[in-house]
């Protein structure tokens, strides 16, 4: 169990967090719950895999909470995909079986590239603006 302490310095830090980079946070954490859960139902631990399973769906609910449909039409398509791995992680729990884990990584990973690569244009794009802005306001200044 964490400390009070410890709780405090996560709750900070997602607080400051961007959007954009709490959604790579979220995916990268959601990866490595699947993939510790695979080890753990390989290996027998029952208990540990059931733990990451059940916050591998607990990440993919919020994503899929995070989702906004109307304002993007190919979030339907994603919603469709965080359905499914939902369905994938409650197989795998109530199975026993690590293969549906397996589909889970090979569905996650890509999305998991795309959104890394997305949040890297745009940070480069508006890194590039506010350079042209201090460049146009020191012209300006001049």
Do not use: F
């Not at 994603?78 to 369905?87: F, N, S």
């Not at 745009?122 to 506010?130: K, N, P």
Request: aromatic share 4%; glycine share 4%.
């Amino acid at each position: 169990m964490k400390s009070k302490l410890a709780q405090r310095y996560v709750d900070d830090g997602m607080a400051v967090t961007s959007k954009p980079q709490l959604l790579l946070s979220l995916y990268e954490r959601l990866l490595a719950d699947v993939g510790r859960a695979i080890e753990a139902l390989e290996s027998g631990e029952i208990e540990t895999s059931h733990d990451n399973l059940v916050h591998a769906q607990d990440i993919v609910h919020e994503l899929n909470l995070a989702l906004d449909t109307d304002s993007w039409d190919t979030g339907r398509d994603l919603r469709a995909i965080y359905d499914h791995v939902t369905a994938l992680l409650v197989e795998a729990n109530t199975t026993k079986r690590a293969e549906p884990v397996r589909v889970c990584v090979s569905l996650l990973e890509p999305l998991h590239d795309a959104w890394r690569q997305a949040v890297a244009i745009t940070q480069s794009e508006r890194a590039g603006a506010v350079s042209s802005g201090s460049d146009v306001a020191v012209e300006a200044a001049g």
